[in-house]
């Protein structure tokens, strides 16, 4: 187990592109979270999915934002027609969800995107 | 809506010192709070879990402390070492929405010197 993987590790993209990340979890984790992080703030979320279900969506993501996780393994994040707004690491958690009080999130090295 | 502070913003101390990082949250009804390290351009990595009926946690040098009714937790980190040097991230997962998600902290950015 090589904990959560993120891939690419860094993205530079013109302004208008489009561009995917991959989240690889943890091995039998049921849920994998996606958090967006700029320059001096802690993450902030932007989804998550228990197994193959996108269960929650914050108003931070945008119709330009879609994210999914076909049969509740790896996940994918895509941005379409990126905007310098868009700079930002990309945070790719995932957990073993228990109870509510112990669970316990494992974070990936991040994505970090570069909207020219 | 949860809000969460973290002071200091940034901290240098030198090596060996015992120290406390402070965090507070508006919002009392939370599931738990944990404590995260930051390395600089890295991701997250989990230190200390308090679940919200817990008082503390400890893990080797490190201690943190909840109180919850009063909407404060502090991280307190014994004889410091330069390897500590990182940014220091508080999150509380809260009841009100679904108690899905974490808020985050603008964390505490710790140096240790030589």
Same mark, same amino acid.
């Given at each position: 187990?090589?904990?959560?993987?993120?891939?690419?590790?860094?993205?530079?993209?013109?302004?208008?592109?489009?561009?995917?990340?991959?989240?690889?979890?943890?091995?039998?984790?049921?849920?994998?979270?996606?958090?967006?992080?700029?320059?001096?703030?802690?993450?902030?979320?932007?989804?998550?999915?228990?197994?193959?279900?996108?269960?929650?969506?914050?108003?931070?993501?945008?119709?330009?934002?879609? &994210?999914?996780?076909?049969?509740?393994?790896?996940? @994918?994040?895509?941005?379409?027609?990126?905007?310098?707004?868009?700079?930002?690491?990309?945070?790719? &958690?995932?957990?073993?969800?228990?109870?509510?009080?112990?669970?316990?999130?494992?974070?990936?090295?991040?994505?970090?995107?570069?909207?020219? | 809506?949860?809000?969460?502070?973290?002071?200091?913003?940034?901290?240098?101390?030198?090596?060996?010192?015992?120290?406390?990082?402070?965090?507070?949250?508006?919002?009392?009804?939370?599931?738990?709070?944990?404590?995260?390290?930051?390395?600089?351009?890295?991701?997250?990595?989990?230190?200390?879990?308090?679940?919200?009926?817990?008082?503390?946690?400890?893990?080797?040098?490190?201690? &943190?402390?909840?109180?919850?009714?009063?909407?404060?937790?502090?991280?307190?980190?014994?004889?410091?070492?330069?390897?500590?040097?990182?940014?220091?991230?508080?999150?509380?997962?809260?009841? @009100?929405?679904?108690?899905?998600?974490? @808020?985050?902290?603008?964390?505490?950015?710790?140096?240790?010197?030589?």
């Amino acid at each position: 187990d090589t904990g959560v993987s993120q891939d690419p590790r860094h993205k530079i993209t013109k302004r208008g592109q489009n561009v995917t990340f991959r989240c690889d979890p943890i091995s039998e984790h049921n849920r994998l979270y996606w958090y967006r992080q700029t320059l001096g703030q802690g993450p902030e979320f932007l989804t998550y999915f228990q197994n193959e279900a996108q269960l929650e969506k914050s108003r931070l993501l945008s119709d330009r934002f879609s &994210a999914e996780r076909p049969k509740g393994s790896f996940s @994918t994040l895509e941005i379409q027609r990126t905007e310098q707004g868009d700079s930002a690491m990309y945070l790719c &958690a995932s957990s073993l969800r228990s109870g509510q009080g112990d669970e316990k999130l494992f974070f990936g090295s991040g994505t970090q995107l570069s909207v020219l | 809506k949860q809000e969460v502070t973290q002071i200091p913003a940034a901290l240098s101390v030198p090596e060996g010192e015992n120290l406390v990082l402070n965090c507070s949250f508006t919002d009392s009804a939370i599931y738990n709070l944990q404590w995260f390290r930051q390395d600089p351009g890295k991701g997250l990595t989990s230190l200390l879990l308090i679940q919200s009926s817990q008082r503390e946690q400890t893990s080797g040098r490190l201690n &943190a402390s909840l109180d919850k009714s009063s909407g404060r937790s502090t991280l307190y980190i014994a004889a410091s070492q330069p390897g500590d040097s990182a940014t220091y991230l508080c999150a509380v997962k809260g009841v @009100t929405g679904g108690g899905n998600k974490l @808020t985050f902290g603008t964390g505490t950015q710790l140096k240790v010197e030589l």
